[in-house]
């Protein structure tokens, strides 16, 4: 279904897919967030949606390819100055982070609004983010061109930040590992703050047993994380024709 597509119009497709999933989950905040991927085979380019795109109308011909001074090199629009000031200076400085998705969805949101926004290693969930999450303690402004270096330097080691009242930020190699993260995150904040929300001490699991079995699911993640997406792409692909578009 998929082998006719360039790379470049595969990333494409696979970013609009992910806008409609969190369009349909209400991940989504209105027009604002940033979800972005860097071209394939480009150190300077990246696809982000134009500013006042609606995540839910989102097609694969509407990204912008931009560089990281926000000049617009092909599609109709502009990047947002807070995408381009966070997303603009995470791939420029961190190589690796080929996409980047940054959301404010509830469940995560919500636990970023604690004193303490630790995600504890309490669930099968949460093993698979064992030393790979770093942590914002301080609100930002995004619309602060200094935010990047601020943001930049908790990602150089980690996968994931989570922004003091503000929300998230997963940073990976491909886009179907950033959004595989995602979701895990998620159900891990969401569960997380459903045990608490009891009162109740929470059975965080011994460092000893998070770090060999947080590294087993880090493994299969990589597997099954594909077959999701491919999952995805199917059911996308025929609820959404006008993905393609």
Known sequence: MFDDLSPENQLRFDLALIHRYMA???????????????????????????????????????????DFDGHVISGVGEVEPSNLNIHGAIHQQVPRARAILHSHQPNITALTLLKDQTITMSSQHALRFVERIAYLGVYGDPSDTAIGGIIVDSLKTKDVLMCANHGVIISRPYLWDAFDDLYFLDRACEIQLKAMHTGRELNVIPESTDNDYGQNIIKWSKKEGQKHFIALRRMYHKKYPDLVR
């Open 24 to 66: 349909d989950h209400q991940w989504n905040e209105g027009v604002v967030n940033h979800l972005t991927a860097m071209l394939p085979d480009s150190a300077e380019h990246f696809l982000a949606l134009p500013y006042g795109l609606h995540w839910s109308e989102v097609k694969s011909s509407d990204f912008l390819v931009a």
